[in-house]
């Protein structure tokens, strides 16, 4: 399978959004990539301190995942596309995953919020596995993917071959540049992503926005724990790479003795 991975600007409204979308969209089916994943919240875009994001509306947020389905039409590829939704319940921090021919085949909600979050999304309930052409994949949001490995594992143990990351970690105003991926001053998240493919023998994908100070690099990881590829620091643009799904079997996943450890 040949995925894109997106590192889009930080959006300055919906509509800058969906540009963004639209022109990395079509910049990945030009190189034949079968899935393309987005950042975190990239519509309308996480609600950062420093950063003005558009107030939405469940009209708006309507209006621009109907835009991206044309555009998998269009382009004849599969996105995933992280976004806020309302809910009966409240508000989610989600991506969506829309099939290129254009139908939703479903939705993984953030079910670990990160602390500072509690007051802006509710928690989703449900963890998913989905398939585009054949792979099985699950969706790990941010925070899930970093310290709750666990959310890795049980996709990695219900056969997916790949397991997405939407992640939102940068400034555009201050921090450090980052020049050497995995670095050992470097934040721990690029060595985070190297431990959950590694400790459960799958692809590991990880989709960040292109700021100024990011925190981490869009990145692909192999099965083997090694980087494949990465995006480079505070760059806009996108990847394409194939991986050869055989390598992910998943091995490490499946011996885990998951009796051992259930609550009692």
Known sequence: MKVAIASPPFPKSIEDALFQVEKLVKEASEQQAEIICF???????YPAEEFEVEVSSPEKLQAALDKARKMAVENNIAIILPM?????????NLAHVISNTGELLGFQAKTQLDPT?????????????????????????????????????????????IVFHPHFGGSNMEGVELTE??????????????????ENTIYFASSNCATRYPESASSLIGPDGHCITHQPYGKPGVFVTEINTDLATGILAKRFKAELYADK
């Open 39 to 45: 950042p975190e919240s990239y519509i309308p875009g």
């Open 84 to 92: 806020d939704w309302y809910s009966p319940h409240g508000l989610l």
């Open 117 to 161: 979050e509690d007051n802006t999304w509710i928690a989703g309930t449900e963890r998913s596995i989905f398939e585009v052409n054949g792979v099985k994949f699950g969706i790990v949001i941010c925070h899930e993917g970093f310290r709750y490995p666990e959310l890795v594992r049980w996709a990695a143990r219900r056969g997916a071959k």
């Open 181 to 198: 991926w995995g670095n050992k001053g470097n934040p721990y998240y690029e060595k985070a992503m190297m431990m959950r493919a590694l």
